[in-house]
């Protein structure tokens, strides 16, 4: 179970980024390529961020909706990424049909996908659904923020989860071979 992330060399894109602190992050710690993703109205903010960390040329941002095959067309080298960043997207669990599919989309063999989030209320479902489409999710740490770290609505539980994709998706065994055809 790692206890960091060696963004070192790797490829990562960060799906509904907000601001972007994970990715813009990994990009400062030596990703190579990087790409921010989230709805069109906060790529401007994005865009922002990624310039005023000196970042340009290093850290792309495009529209990517989740589960949006006309957004989806628009990233190429779609499953050559070598990690998947989301932070705080776990809050709705209808929002979980398009990341899902997303999700399937963006990973290729390989690809490691990590999720961080505060407690919220629909977390649990969020994370059913994301199973019910056939991905494993191993919760990797929950911590307790200290009082003075903690968000004024009280959420103080933290926690971090690998997300693997069912493995049709990202094979960690090769796939079934074809059925043999009947005459
Ligand atoms: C709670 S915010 C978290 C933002 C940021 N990752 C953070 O940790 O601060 C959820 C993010 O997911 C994005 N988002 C929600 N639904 C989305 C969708 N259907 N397609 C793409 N992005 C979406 C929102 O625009 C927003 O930036």
């Known amino acids: ?33 990087v790409l921010l ?3 069109q109205q906060l790529l401007p903010g994005l865009l922002n961020n990624v310039e005023d960390n000196g970042l340009m040329g290093k850290v792309g941002v495009k529209e990517l909706v989740w589960g949006s095959d006309e957004s989806m067309s628009g990233i190429t080298n779609l499953k050559t990424f070598d990690m998947v960043l989301m932070s705080d997207v776990l809050f709705d669990s209808e929002e979980m049909i398009g990341l ?6 963006v990973c290729g063999e390989g690809t490691q996908v990590w999720g961080a989030t505060e407690m919220r209320p629909y977390r649990g479902e969020c994370l059913d659904e994301l199973r019910g489409q056939g991905f494993r999710v191993v919760e990797v740490e929950t911590s307790q923020l200290s009082v003075d770290e903690a968000v004024e609505d009280g959420n103080t539980t933290f926690s971090i989860f690998e997300i693997k994709p069912p493995v049709a998706h990202n094979s960690e065994s090769p796939p ?6 009947e005459f």
Do not use: N, S, W
Not at 176 to 181: E, F, T, V
């Open 1 to 33: 179970m790692p206890t960091h992330l060696d963004f070192q060399g790797k490829t990562v894109i960060e799906i509904g980024a907000g601001a972007g602190l994970p990715c813009l992050t990994a990009a400062l710690l030596g990703a190579t390529r």
């Open 37 to 39: 993703t989230d709805v």
């Open 176 to 181: 079934p071979p074809p059925p043999i055809p």
């Open 100 to 105: 899902g599919k997303t999700l399937k989309r």
